[in-house]
């Protein structure tokens, strides 16, 4: 892909959106006609302090990678504009390869508390849970709860650049998503 690249989204305003894109974008980039709030969630927080206050905001610097979820809002009803930076990132978009997302283990004395990652579907395209090269359940924000799908018992088709929770098992590092889940 050569030149500019950007998704359009249009929002409701005041509604949290959780949302994964398959490129890198610089949060100052962000394109919109309000004010907006866009911020990630803190596993390494959450594993030190539990499971309160770890939404964190991003600053205007501040570079969100490929794959990485993060929930965002604006003010008002309308488009939002997320432009890819202009590096390697930007050929995930027409990728004919498997997307490998690290995670990080977060350690925490307490299991419910460790190995948190807000993640997402890299592709434009619905996503076969089944596909996804991971052991551990999913956790879905459906609008007004979290919902926790299994791998390997329940049907989710994934929404396009849909981010998710996944509390990573220590032995794991990585989440991968083939091209035959799409």
């Not at 030190?48 to 809002?73: P, R, S």
């Not at 929404?159 to 990585?174: D, H, R």
């Amino acid at each position: 892909i050569n030149g500019k690249l950007q998704l359009n989204y249009c929002m409701s305003g005041l509604k949290w959106y959780f949302i994964s894109l398959p490129f890198d974008i610089k949060v100052s980039d962000i394109v919109t006609g309000g004010k907006y709030a866009i911020r990630y969630y803190d596993g390494a927080g959450r594993a030190q302090n539990g499971a309160t206050g770890n939404w964190k905001n991003y600053e205007a610097d501040d570079i969100i990678e490929a794959g990485t979820g993060f929930i965002y809002q604006t003010s008002q009803d309308g488009w939002t504009t997320f432009v890819s930076l202009d590096n390697e990132s930007k050929q995930n978009i027409a990728s004919n390869k498997m997307f490998v997302k690290a995670l990080e283990a977060n350690p925490s004395e307490k299991n419910s508390n460790k190995g948190w990652n807000l993640v997402g579907n890299p592709w434009q395209a619905y996503f076969n849970n089944h596909s996804v090269n991971f052991t551990a359940p999913i956790t879905v924000w459906n609008g007004t709860t979290y919902v926790a799908y299994s791998l390997i018992d329940d049907d989710y088709a994934i929404k396009p650049n849909e981010a998710f929770f996944v509390q990573c098992p220590e032995e794991i590092n990585s989440i991968s998503f083939p091209i035959t889940g799409r």
